[in-house]
């Protein structure tokens, strides 16, 4: 198996401007199960073989669809979040950037009387390779197989993974949870799904500055997962008080600091590896041969 | 975007929580009849966007108008932990009985706002939390809700047991609720929340920091903007779609994505060598943001050599090198220059940079040592 999504997931598409409906493309031909798209004013159109809906309500009802994927421009995407809660859907991706943190607060404040997930905002998405992508990773540098990988970045997850495939590890599912402060599901609840799934043997922790994410996902590795997990932090050469690109990436007041995550993880007994090709190393050292 | 404390005052003001009735000035003239307009003695503070100002000495009692003026030129100009101080604060100097703590800032772990108070206010509120952290009482914010009075009563009741105080100070806090709410804002505080002679409650300094993501629905908020020098590049940078960070090294670096860069300047050093930036150009090919981020990054006098690493997700390798091609003929580049392409299409991507004259690598340490050893060679040292 893989976490959150698999080769049954129904995805509808929010926001079908120039990066959702390219993107809605490129899913349909990773092999994702995209049932439709929601944008206000197209409702009654065809694309890419996909029907159009106005609001996420009518498209849910007529596609049966369970995870929907944000492209939604920042100042509205807080309300499409809650729109696609509010139509029941139970996994919310949003790839969106740029959203105001205090919506943010709301949104998972909302999300959380709904019972729906979020991936994101700010990220992009999540991959189980060989059966679903929801997001706009470059499907190719995937391969199914043994590895959980989270993140809180993109490129950099493309970076992380392209070692993990090179070395025939390959990966059950990867994730990026975001580059905001505040977001959807965080470290934590990604390393518990990961504990949970059959596919996954270990997993790969993606971190950098900002926050405390980090320190607190170590401290729940040790305390409750059986399963091997290294890490990668970035960030170290960063100066105290510049955001660097990621919202959310930012040392504020002497806490968020790489060297304070590199202490956490290490004293948590997880390994931290120094460059992106370590980490593949500390896989295989971690599983030992298996 | 972080407010200079006579801005923050201001907002405060707007949302009723009582200050200083002082002025914002720019010279020692100035400084001079603002005291004698508001009476003597007065407070002269320096306006940077920093802390520490007291300690450094950018912040001056003065009796006469003509001790304000003495003072005021003596800070203006001082460079208070690199920040150059060319505006001045004068506010009318109040008996202070006891100094308090209150501010609000997004929690990342509860997803919410909170709000802090302590007794032990004057001082670095971090430095509280770190030696004395009983002293401080959290209150999270539902943010649905909103702060309610009877939590800002029951924060202000722990720090006043005298009723007249604790009710004023409860109000405050209602109001410091709704400036942080109204003005989209990551962190406000009162340090110090000033107890007066008289009984009263007043804030007697003002710190806020603004949500840039949100400031595109603040168009009055974002006007205030102060930039310092280092910020006024990285806002050139950010109107031309590019985010980025001036550090001190010589290897200048170009990025996609905002992790992948971090990730190449950690690998930089690493390796012995130091970045000379964190540039993020996103997920675009266009040229001219090449051409942008490539200007940017030769107008540093410090850099001698240029490392791009772009891994191709979405964006392909073969737009990048396109752009990348484009951007070079428009540039008269005296930098030595090495490519780090990956991803989707990177042979298209690398046959055409090398149809181009340039050589490109496809792993990021193999890319990151060349450069290193073209900066240590001299690189493009410039006079």
């Known amino acids: 198996m893989s976490i959150l999504i698999d080769k049954d997931t129904r995805v509808i598409v929010q926001g079908l401007g120039r990066d959702g409906s390219f993107h809605a493309a490129q899913m349909l031909e990773y092999g994702t199960n995209v049932v439709g798209g929601v944008h206000p004013g197209r409702g009654g159109e065809t694309e890419s073989g996909f029907p159009v809906f106005n609001d996420c309500r009518a498209a849910v009802e007529s596609t049966g669809a369970d995870c929907s994927v944000l492209f939604v421009p920042a100042g509205f995407a807080a309300d499409a979040i809650m729109e696609a809660a509010d139509a029941g859907i139970g996994l919310v991706v949003a790839i969106s950037e740029g959203i105001p943190v205090l919506d943010m607060t709301r949104v998972t404040e909302v999300l959380q009387r709904k019972g729906t997930r979020l991936v994101g905002p700010n990220c992009p998405g999540l991959i189980s390779p060989g059966r679903c992508k929801v997001g706009i990773m470059p499907g190719a540098i995937f391969e199914e197989g043994r590895i959980g990988v989270v993140s809180r970045s993109g490129t950099l997850t493309y970076q992380v993974v392209r070692h993990v495939t090179d070395s025939d590890l390959g990966q059950s599912t990867a994730v990026g949870m975001g580059g905001d402060p505040v977001t959807g599901l965080g470290f934590i609840d990604y390393l518990e799904l990961f504990e949970k799934d059959d596919q996954t043997e270990a997993v790969v922790l993606v971190g950098e500055i900002g926050g405390t994410a980090e320190e607190r996902a170590a401290e729940f590795v040790k305390a409750s997962m059986s399963k091997p997990v290294v890490s990668f932090i970035v960030g170290r050469t960063a100066p105290p008080g510049k955001r660097m690109g990621h919202a959310g990436a930012i040392i504020s007041g002497g806490s968020g600091t790489a060297e304070a995550k590199v202490a956490a993880l290490t004293e948590n007994d997880v390994p931290v590896a120094d460059t992106t090709e370590q980490i593949v190393q500390l896989l295989q050292d971690e599983l030992g041969g298996r | ?383």
Request: charged share 25%.
């Open chain 2, 1 to 383: 975007m972080k407010l200079e404390e006579f801005q923050a005052k201001k907002l405060f003001s707007r949302s009723g929580i009582p200050i200083p009735e002082g002025s914002m000035v720019t010279t020692a003239e100035e400084a001079r009849e603002t005291a004698g307009k508001i009476g003597c003695p007065v407070v002269v503070k320096a306006q940077v966007q920093t802390g520490g100002r007291g300690k450094a000495g950018g912040v001056k009692l003065a009796q006469s108008p003509e001790e304000a003026q003495q003072r005021a030129s003596e800070i203006l100009g001082m460079d208070i932990k690199g920040h150059k101080v060319k505006r001045l604060l004068v506010d009318p100097a109040v008996d202070i009985r006891g100094e308090l703590y209150a501010g609000i800032t997004v929690d990342r772990n509860k997803k919410a706002p909170v709000m802090m108070v302590s007794p032990a206010g004057g001082v670095d509120i971090e430095e509280v939390a770190r030696t004395t952290p009983e002293k401080i009482t959290f209150q999270r914010i539902d943010p649905l809700m909103g702060l309610q009075l009877f939590e800002a009563k029951r924060l202000a009741f722990g720090l006043f047991d005298e009723k007249k105080k604790a009710l004023a100070t409860a109000g405050i806090l209602t109001r410091l609720w709704s400036c942080f709410r109204d003005c989209d804002a990551s962190l406000a505080e009162i340090n110090p929340l000033a107890e007066l002679a008289d009984g009263g409650i007043i804030a007697l300094d003002a710190k806020i920091v603004l949500d840039d993501n949100a400031m595109y629905r603040h168009p009055d908020l974002k006007e205030m903007r102060l930039p310092t020098p280092d910020e006024e590049k990285e806002l050139l940078a950010k109107s031309k779609g590019l985010s980025y960070v001036q550090l001190e090294g010589e290897i200048g670096c170009m990025v996609n994505g905002a992790g992948l860069a971090m990730a190449t300047m950690d690998l930089i050093k690493h390796l012995g060598g130091r970045p000379a930036n964190f540039l993020d150009i996103g997920g675009s090919s266009n040229p001219q943001k090449v051409i942008d981020a490539m200007e940017l990054l030769v107008s540093d006098p410090n850099v001698r050599v240029i490392f791009i690493n772009v891994f191709g997700g979405i964006t392909r390798c073969d737009d990048v090198a396109n752009g990348l091609v484009e951007a070079l003929g428009q540039l008269e580049l005296d930098l030595p220059l090495v490519v780090r392409l990956t991803g989707t299409n990177e042979d298209q991507g690398r046959e055409i940079l090398a149809n181009a004259g340039i050589t490109a690598v496809t792993d990021m340490t193999e890319g990151a040592s060349k450069a290193l050893e073209l900066a240590s060679a001299g690189g493009g040292e410039r006079a």
